[in-house]
Nanobody, 118 residues
Framework: QVQLMESGGGLVQPGGSLKLSCLAYGSTVVNIKNMAWYRQAPGKQRELVAGITGRGTVYDDSVKGRFTISRNSALTTVYLQMNNLKPEDTAVYYC????????????WGQGIQVTVSS
């Protein structure tokens, strides 16, 4: 089993930056292949923001050039550096992970609020 714990959310002004972190732990954490960040804004469906696999990274078009996903060398922590934040980035951000090399989200974190507002 794998558990995920997010940190780093909060309130930031438009144009500002935040860095989210997600720690993966549990009995099968060594089997994790892929990790990702999703977000869900009020009244909207959850959407993929960025993912990182053994084959590289993927980003939603709305965050390309502004957000960067990365992992530590032990592959137990995933980060999301968010720059030039916009009000439309306001959402609950969820960390996800998978032991399946063809999946991004077999495990989910509880979510963390990011609010972009002046």
């Amino acid at each position: 089993q794998v558990q995920l714990m997010e940190s780093g959310g909060g309130l930031v002004q438009p144009g500002g930056s935040l860095k989210l972190s997600c720690l993966a732990y549990g009995s099968t954490v060594v089997n994790i292949k892929n990790m990702a960040w999703y977000r869900q804004a009020p009244g909207k469906q959850r959407e993929l923001v960025a993912g990182i696999t053994g084959r590289g990274t993927v980003y939603d078009d709305s965050v390309k050039g502004r957000f960067t996903i990365s992992r530590n060398s032990a592959l137990t922590t995933v980060y999301l550096q968010m720059n030039n934040l916009k009000p439309e980035d306001t959402a609950v951000y969820y960390c996800a992970a998978s032991e399946n090399p063809y999946s991004l989200n077999d495990y989910w974190g509880q979510g963390i609020q990011v609010t972009v507002s002046s």
